[in-house]
């Protein structure tokens, strides 16, 4: 699911980079005691990294961020929770909103994104920014300041 959509594209964002993805999976695992599983989609040819979280934001039991980490440097963090509510930070090109924006919850639309708050690139730094911007809604159990930071991490 953390894959970016074909409709959603402008432009190439090359092959899915595993490496990038395990970056991202390490900060996760050191990150928050509630990630209790990570696996990739496949073992022969992974697409995307599954985080499960123990809990979820505000009345969710449970959340799963599905990432995939591009080539060229695009992303996608699409969370998802056991209310279902969806929301996603991405960094892709397309016709629609900035490269770097973010879809609000409760369904992650595509053509309702706004400008994302994450303006680092490296995926060490956009997966702590994920991971704090998660947290914060996890303690304050709102979804609502999800995409209000500046600059994090």
């Known amino acids: 699911m953390g894959s970016i959509r074909g409709e959603e594209l ?31 989609d496949s073992v022969l ?28 440097g695009a992303y996608s963090f699409h969370d998802t929770d056991s209310e279902d509510a969806n929301w996603r930070f991405d960094r892709h090109p397309n016709p629609h909103s900035p490269e770097k924006h973010f879809h609000a919850p409760p369904d992650a639309r595509a053509h309702d994104a706004e400008p994302s708050c994450i303006t680092v690139e490296e995926p060490r730094l956009v997966a702590l920014a994920v991971l704090k911007l998660w947290r914060r809604a996890y303690e304050t159990e709102s979804l609502a300041h999800l995409n209000t930071a500046e600059n994090p991490p």
């Open 10 to 40: 402008a432009g190439d964002v090359g092959a899915p980079d595993v490496g990038g993805m395990e970056i991202v999976r390490d900060v996760f695992l050191r990150g928050d005691p509630l990630v209790t599983e990570v696996e990739f």
């Open 45 to 72: 040819s992974p697409r995307e990294i599954r985080l499960t979280l123990d809990d979820g934001i505000g009345d969710a039991d449970s959340a799963r961020i599905d990432v995939t980490w591009y080539t060229s």
